[in-house]
Each structure stands twice: as C-alpha cells, then as structure tokens.
C-alpha cells in the first residue's frame, strides 16, 4: 500500500512480481476498489494513464461500480468520491 501510494506503477508491478494480485484489469480494479489506505491521488494517477492496459483497468474499474438506481448527478459524486482526479481534472 505504501509503495503503491507512492508511486502507483511500481506498487502494482511488486504486487504482480510477488503473485500478490493476478496481473489483468479485473483483479487490479478490484484491487483498487477494495484495498483500504490506498491514495485516492494515487488511484487517479494510475487510472488516468493513456496506455492500453490502464484504459482497460478504468473499463472495469468503472464496469464493479454499482450505478443502478441512481440519477446521474448522484453517479458523477460516487464515480469522482472514488479517486481524485489528477492535474486540473
């Protein structure tokens, strides 16, 4: 947790290189969602990079989160209460 709040992308690389976590989109949005003390800073980070594998990541990460019943502004705040968006997002 601590490495990943740090610097996302090689917290999600030792958790991988140590058969913590499966490494495919489903598993780390689960990850993401779940794991209690990760950054909502480092959250946004991780989801917000333009490569093939993080794009899929946001997909299911967006995908585990339960929007029925729920008007779109109501959807917005708990999507955005989730991470923080990064830069001047």
């Known amino acids: 947790i601590i490495l990943f709040n ?3 992308k090689k917290g999600i ?3 991988k290189k ?3 976590i499966e490494y495919d989109p489903y598993n ?3 990850f993401l969602l779940t794991t209690p003390g990760l950054s909502k800073f480092s959250i946004g980070q991780y989801l917000s990079k333009k490569e093939d594998f993080n794009m899929s990541v946001l ?3 967006t995908e585990k ?3 029925r019943g729920i008007e779109i502004d109501e959807a917005m705040r708990l999507f955005l209460s989730q991470f923080r968006l990064p830069g001047e997002g």
Do not use: R, V
């Open 65 to 67: 989160i339960d929007f």
């Open 28 to 30: 780390i949005a689960e």
């Open 18 to 20: 140590h058969n913590l």
């Open 13 to 15: 690389e030792f958790l």
């Open 59 to 61: 997909k299911c990460y």
């Open 6 to 8: 740090e610097n996302p």
